[in-house]
C-alpha cells in the first residue's frame, strides 16, 4: 500500500503501473543501486529491476510522482533509462526486441573474439618479457612460480616457442613492450570501453559496480605496466622486476566479454517461448469486403471487417465465426493437444490454426487489445518481475562492491607487510585478481534467469504466471481451495431435472424464469435459459428492476409480475414457503445437482435441477495435488448436498458448501490464521474477493476477466491439471533459484580468499588475474545453464 494526499491508504489495485528499460546494468550491485533509487522516490509503491532482462518494472500513485520522474531517478544513479511508445504492433516491436538482442549478442562476440585473438599475441609477445625473469631474480625462476597458469607457460610454452621462433626474442625488450602498450591501450579504448565510461558515470552518482571492479583492476594492472615501461629504472632502483600485465589486462577483458556474450546468447533462449507466441501472429489477413476477398496486412484489419481462413491456415486476428465449421488447434496458446471444434456463434483466437474446415468470422479485438498480445503483455510483466528470494541477494550486492574494494587494498598492504622478498609485485597481482574475481554478475543473475526461464515454461503448458512474486509463493502452498462451477466442473451446466407445482403453467412460469436469468452472468442461468429455447419458450419481455444476490440467485419484475429465481436460502430470506419442493430439490441435490427455486409474485412455483458435469480430468488433478502433500478442499455457494457430491466424484473429502462470496474470503482468511498457505482456485466472478484474499490465487482462463484479474496465475485452457502443473513448476524453479544463489555466494566466499592469497602459505598457490576473470566468466555461464534446464524439466 502507499498513501493518498489525505493520508489513506492507496490500494495497490488502484495504483498505476510501468515497465522502464534500463541500459549499462551488468551486476547484483546494479540492479540493487536501481531498485533502491526507485523505492525511495515518494508515491512508489513497488519497484522490481531484472538484471537479464534489463527492464524495471514499477507501480505507483500516478497522483504523486510521474512516469518521467521515475526515469529521471534511474538516469540520477548513472544508468540510461526512457519511457516507451505504447505497443501498437506486436510484431513489429518484438522483432525490434530481437535485432537490438541479437545486434547485443554480436557485438559482444566479435569484441571478444578480437580481444581473444590480440590476448594470444600479447601472451606470446610477452614470452621474450618474461624470460629474464625465469632465472635472474629471486622469486622469478619457474620453479618458484606460484601462479599455475604462469608455471605452465614458463615451463612448457615458453621453450617451445623459443625454439619455434627465435626471431621473437631477438627484438628489444622495450620495442615488445611499447608494442604491447599501445595494443592494450586499443583493446581498452574499443573493446573495453563501456567497463570503464559506465564506471565512470556510477562513480560519478556516488555508486560502484562491477564495472568499477573490472574498470579499477584493469586500469590499475594498465598503469603499472606502463610505468614499468616507461621507466623501469624505478623497479630495478628498488629491487624489483619491471614487469608488465599488458597481456593480463587483455585476457580480462576478452574473458569478460566471453561471459557476457554467453550471457546474451542466454537471454534469447529464455525470450524463446515470447517469440514464438508472437511468431504465431499473421502478416496479412483474407478480408472479405463488398463481397470481394483482398489479403491485407494484418494491422490494415479493422473491428467487424469479414475475416476468411482457409484450412491449414493460422487465424490472424480475434473474432467470432460467422459462417463455416471446423477444428482449431489452439495448442500453442492453452497447452491442450485436442482441436476444438468452431461453428456459428464462437470466438476464435488469433494465431491459432484453422483445421480442415473453412471458417469466416467477424474481427472482434485487435492489436494490443486481442488475446494474443495480453498473453505475451502478461509474460513480459511476469519477466520483469523479481522473487522474494533475491532479496538476500540485493542486500548483499548493496556493499558488495565497496567491501570488494576494501578487500583488494587489505591484500596489497598485507602483502606488503607479511609477504617478504618480491612480496609487492605478488600483493599488487594478488589485490587486482581480488577486484576481478570478486565481480557479483552471478549473483544478479541467479534468480531473474530462473523466473524468464519458468515463465516461458509455463506459457508452453498454457499457464501464465504474473510474476516473480507469485511464482515464487506458488512453490510454498500447502492448501488448495476450489470453487464447483466452472472449475472442478465443466461450467457448461444443462437443466437434468424440472419440477412444476399444480396450478402452475409451466411453459409461462419457464418464460418468466428465463426473462430474469438472460440479465444474469451465472453458468447455472445460461443453461436455463438455453434449456428455455431448447424447449421452445418465448420470454414474454424483458426483465426489469433486476437484482442480483449474491451466491443465492435473483429476482426481477417482468410483464409485470415478481420473479425470485435462487437458491432455498434466498426463498427463506424472502419469507416464501417452498413446500413440497424441498423434497424433490434433496434427492436432485443428492445426485449432484444444483437447485434453482422459482417464486412468482411471492410464492413458490417450482424448481430446476441443473446438472454441471465433473471436468474429466478432475479426479486425476486431485490425486496428484495429494501427492505433492497439497492439502484439497471444496468451497461453494452450492448446497451441501450437491457439493459433497460433486466433491465425492473428485475424490474430495473436505467440502464447506452454501457460503457466499464473502463467507470464501472469511473461510480462506481462517486458513491462512491457523498457518496454511492457501491458493484459491476458481472462474467467476463471486471468486474474485476470495482469489484475491489467497496467498496465490489461480483462475481459469475459461472463466470471467474479473477472476483472472484479481489472479496471480491464470490456466488458459482451463484445466485443473494445471494447478498441480504450476506447483510443480514453481518448486522446481525455487530449487533452482537456491542452487544458483548457492553457487554464487560460495564462488565469492572461496574464490576472494583464495586469490587474496590465504593458500600461499601452505601450499605456494596464488592466482592470476587471467584466472580469475576466466573463474568470473564461468560463474555467470554456470547460474544462467542451470536456470536454462527448467526448459526440458518434465512437469505434470
Known amino acids: 500500500m502507499t498513501t493518498t494526499p489525505s493520508g489513506a491508504p492507496t490500494p495497490l489495485a488502484a495504483l498505476s503501473s510501468v515497465q522502464i528499460p534500463v541500459e549499462g546494468m551488468t551486476c547484483a550491485a546494479c540492479q540493487a543501486r536501481v531498485q533502491r533509487a526507485l523505492t525511495r522516490v515518494p508515491g512508489v509503491a513497488e519497484a522490481s529491476v531484472n538484471l537479464l532482462a534489463h527492464r524495471a518494472s514499477v507501480r505507483f500513485d500516478s497522483t504523486k510522482v510521474a512516469p518521467e520522474a521515475l526515469v529521471a531517478a534511474i538516469q540520477r544513479t548513472g544508468y540510461e533509462a526512457r519511457l516507451e511508445a505504447p505497443v501498437v504492433d506486436l510484431v513489429a516491436e518484438q522483432e525490434a526486441r530481437d535485432a537490438a538482442d541479437e545486434a547485443e549478442y554480436r557485438d559482444l562476440r566479435l569484441k571478444a573474439l578480437v580481444s581473444a585473438a590480440a590476448g594470444v599475441v600479447a601472451m606470446t609477445a610477452s614470452m621474450p618479457l618474461m624470460a629474464p625473469a625465469a632465472g635472474a631474480a629471486p622469486g622469478h625462476s619457474p620453479s618458484t612460480i606460484t601462479d599455475p597458469l604462469m608455471r605452465w607457460v614458463m615451463t612448457t610454452l615458453h621453450p617451445a616457442l623459443e625454439s619455434i621462433a627465435p626471431w621473437l626474442y631477438a627484438i628489444d625488450r622495450r620495442a615488445l613492450a611499447w608494442a604491447l602498450l599501445l595494443m592494450t591501450a586499443g583493446v581498452m579504448g574499443w573493446a573495453g570501453r563501456h567497463f570503464y565510461v559506465r564506471a565512470w558515470r556510477t562513480g560519478r552518482h556516488g555508486g560502484a559496480d562491477m564495472n568499477t571492479l573490472v574498470a579499477v583492476g584493469t586500469g590499475a594492472a594498465f598503469l603499472y605496466s606502463l610505468v614499468a615501461t616507461m621507466a623501469p629504472g624505478l623497479f630495478v632502483r628498488r629491487g624489483l622486476m619491471p614487469d608488465v600485465y599488458f597481456e593480463a589486462v587483455i585476457l580480462i577483458i576478452a574473458l569478460i566479454l566471453t561471459g557476457r556474450a554467453f550471457e546474451a546468447r542466454a537471454k534469447r533462449r529464455t525470450s524463446g517461448a515470447l517469440r514464438a507466441l508472437v511468431g504465431l501472429q499473421p502478416r496479412t489477413a483474407r478480408v472479405v469486403r463488398d463481397g470481394v476477398e483482398q489479403d491485407v496486412p494484418v494491422e490494415a484489419v479493422a473491428s467487424g471487417d469479414l475475416v476468411r481462413v ?318 505433492l502433500g497439497i492439502r484439497v478442499v471444496l468451497l461453494s455457494g452450492d448446497t451441501p448436498a450437491t457439493a459433497t457430491a460433486i466433491g465425492a466424484a473428485a475424490g474430495i473429502t473436505e467440502v464447506v458448501a452454501g457460503v457466499l462470496p464473502e463467507g470464501k474470503v472469511a473461510e480462506i482468511g481462517r486458513r491462512q490464521q491457523a498457518g496454511e498457505v492457501v491458493a484459491m482456485v476458481g472462474d467467476g466472478i463471486n471468486d474474485g474477493p476470495a482469489l484475491a484474499r489467497a496467498d496465490v490465487g489461480i483462475a481459469m482462463g475459461t472463466g470471467t476477466d474479473v477472476a483472472m484479474a484479481a489472479s496471480d496465475v491464470t490456466l488458459v485452457r482451463g484445466d485443473v491439471a494445471g494447478v498441480a502443473q504450476v506447483i510443480t513448476l514453481s518448486r522446481r524453479t525455487l530449487q533452482t533459484m537456491r542452487q544458483n544463489l548457492f553457487w554464487a555466494f560460495v564462488y565469492n566466499v572461496i574464490g576472494i580468499p583464495v586469490a587474496a592469497g590465504v593458500l600461499y602459505p601452505a601450499t605456494g598457490l596464488l592466482l592470476s588475474p587471467v584466472i580469475a576473470s576466466a573463474a568470473m566468466a564461468f560463474s555467470s555461464v554456470s547460474v544462467v545453464s542451470n536456470s536454462l534446464r527448467l526448459r526440458q524439466a518434465r512437469i505434470r
Open 310 to 627: 482457409r484450412p491449414g491456415e493460422r487465424l490472424p486476428v480475434d473474432g467470432r465465426v460467422e459462417d463455416g465449421t471446423s477444428s482449431v488447434d489452439e495448442s500453442m496458446l492453452t497447452g491442450e493437444s485436442v482441436p476444438v471444434y468452431k461453428q456459428a456463434g464462437d470466438v476464435v483466437i488469433g494465431g491459432t490454426v484453422n483445421g480442415t474446415g473453412s471458417l469466416v468470422f467477424r474481427a472482434t479485438t485487435l492489436g494490443a487489445s486481442s488475446v494474443l498480445a495480453q498473453i505475451v503483455r502478461l509474460m513480459r510483466d511476469a519477466q520483469a518481475t523479481r522473487a522474494p528470494i533475491q532479496d538476500l541477494a540485493d542486500r548483499i550486492s548493496a556493499v558488495f562492491v565497496p567491501v570488494v574494494m576494501g578487500l583488494a587494498a587489505l591484500t596489497l598492504l598485507a602483502w606488503g607487510l607479511l609477504g617478504g622478498e618480491g612480496a609487492v609485485v605478488r600483493g599488487f597481482a594478488a589485490a587486482v585478481t581480488v577486484l576481478i574475481i570478486a565481480c557479483p554478475c552471478a549473483m544478479g543473475l541467479a534468480v531473474p534467469t530462473a523466473v524468464m526461464v519458468a515463465t516461458g515454461k509455463g506459457a508452453e503448458l498454457g499457464i501464465l504466471v504474473k510474476g516473480g512474486d507469485a511464482l515464487q509463493r506458488t512453490g510454498e502452498i500447502t492448501t488448495v481451495v476450489f470453487d464447483k462451477t466452472g472449475t472442478l466442473t465443466e461450467g457448461r451446466p444443462v437443466v437434468a431435472h424440472e419440477r412444476w407445482l399444480a396450478g402452475i403453467d409451466a411453459t409461462q412460469a419457464l418464460g418468466l424464469v428465463a426473462s430474469v436469468e438472460r440479465a444474469s452472468e451465472h453458468p447455472l442461468a445460461s443453461a436455463i435459459v438455453a434449456h428455455a429455447a431448447t424447449r421452445g419458450v418465448e420470454s414474454p419481455a424483458a426483465a426489469t428492476a433486476f437484482r442480483a444476490h449474491a451466491g443465492r440467485g435473483a429476482q426481477a419484475t417482468v410483464n409485470g409480475r415478481d420473479v425470485v429465481v435462487g437458491s432455498a436460502r434466498l426463498l427463506d430470506e424472502l419469507g416464501i414457503d417452498v413446500g413440497d419442493l424441498r423434497q424433490a430439490a434433496g434427492e436432485w441435490a443428492a445426485q449432484g445437482a444444483s437447485i434453482v427455486l422459482v417464486a412468482i409474485d411471492g410464492t413458490a412455483a417450482g424448481a430446476l435441477g441443473v446438472a454441471d458435469p465433473l471436468k474429466p480430468g478432475a479426479p486425476e488433478a486431485v490425486r496428484r495435488l495429494r501427492e
